[in-house]
């Protein structure tokens, strides 16, 4: 009999070990008097958080006075900065290192900092993918591929680069999962493009990639129902086949005015397959967060910013896609940068 009861009070602890290695905080958005909001192991959370690139133990203490527990960190795979037209460079060392190789020192000290700072502290890391410049130059082929025969960062058409980070999400968020932070961390912030907010950068516009090419025809025959007649039609082109349509040229100057989709809709599609690129990868990646994290970490990303980015460029032309992804669990986005005191951004 003793050594049953051993056995069984063995079998209870490894169940409270295995429970403990995916965080112990259970963090999602529910309907709460008709709105989403926050709550935290079941119960409802404020969602206000501060956040900075700069931040320092003085001004979390301030936060915590007044009330705000809630905080978000940057983090970066790469090297390499979040806006290729100012030079801003990375706020934080890499975390990919090299291949299966980490390292997390930059995210133990915004930890550190955080924590000394407020022990109620919750925590949410925005994490961006562009890759490092190693990877850059070991996988050409997954590149951003420009007319010039350079590569730029990553081709977000790309199957290997898309399965390269998304194994590295998944460590990092493994990793998180079974630190001593656990207990603080309620989510990841997929951030990837230009300023971290899933915008293409200006050089991927020109990307000609293969990939991209074989992506866009993919996704031709599945709008088009593999109907040939009905693409051509379309795009008034009787010569136009799926397995040799490019996309449209879509690093052209802004078009100030409405497309016209009888004449026109060849590069309508080259733009919604443009905006649709990104909005499946900011579901793959969340994915990836809610399997590592058995579903108790949030995700969220930037994007949909329809009101202040109408440029169809940039590549935010498909927020239907995400309102429907059960693994987002929020969108977010600065204010407008024309601040004005009394008005909101909408």
């Avoid at 995210?107 to 190693?134: C, G, H, N, S, T």
């Avoid at 730029?152 to 998944?170: I, N, P, V, Y």
């Avoid at 300023?195 to 866009?216: C, G, L, M, V």
Wanted: glycine share 8%; charged share 25%.
């Amino acid at each position: 009999m003793d050594v049953l009861i051993k056995a069984f009070w063995v079998f209870i602890i490894l169940l409270v070990n295995l429970n403990s290695s995916v965080g112990q905080n259970k963090a999602e958005i529910r309907i709460n008097k008709g709105v989403p909001s926050l709550f935290l192991e079941g119960k409802p959370y404020p969602p206000i958080a501060y956040m900075s690139y700069l931040g320092e133990k003085e001004f979390y203490k301030e936060a915590a006075a007044a009330g705000i527990h809630l905080y978000c960190f940057p983090a970066y795979l790469g090297d390499r900065g979040i806006n290729t037209g100012s030079g801003i460079g990375p706020f934080r060392p890499p975390v990919w290192t090299g291949n299966d190789q980490y390292d997390f020192s930059g995210i133990i000290k915004d930890f550190e900092k955080i924590v000394q700072a407020d022990q109620q502290a919750k925590i949410i890391i925005r994490l961006y993918l562009d890759p490092p410049l190693w990877w850059e130059k070991m996988n050409p082929e997954a590149c951003s591929q420009l007319p010039d025969g350079t590569t730029f960062r990553q081709c977000f058409s790309s199957d290997k680069w898309r399965e390269a980070t998304g194994k590295a999400l998944g460590d990092c968020t493994k990793w998180l999962l079974s630190s001593e932070w656990a207990e603080y961390l309620i989510g990841i912030h997929v951030a990837a493009g230009g300023t971290e907010e899933w915008f293409y950068h200006p050089a991927q516009r020109n990307d000609i990639n293969p990939a991209r090419a074989e992506a866009f025809r993919k996704w031709l025959i599945k709008k088009y129902n593999g109907d040939i007649a009905a693409l051509r039609n379309s795009w008034e082109d009787e010569n136009v086949t799926f397995t040799g349509a490019l996309p449209g040229n879509i690093n052209e100057p802004a078009v100030n005015r409405w497309r016209d989709p009888v004449k026109e809709q060849k590069i309508l599609d080259t733009y919604r397959f443009h905006s649709e690129t990104l909005a499946d990868n900011i579901e793959y990646f969340c994915g990836i967060v809610k399997e590592a994290s058995a579903r108790k970490l949030l995700t969220g990303a930037f994007y949909g910013y329809h009101y202040y980015v109408t440029d169809p460029r940039m590549g935010h032309g498909a927020l239907s896609k995400l309102l429907e992804c059960k693994d987002l669990d929020y969108l977010s986005s600065p204010n407008t940068y024309n601040r004005v005191i009394g008005e909101d951004w909408p």
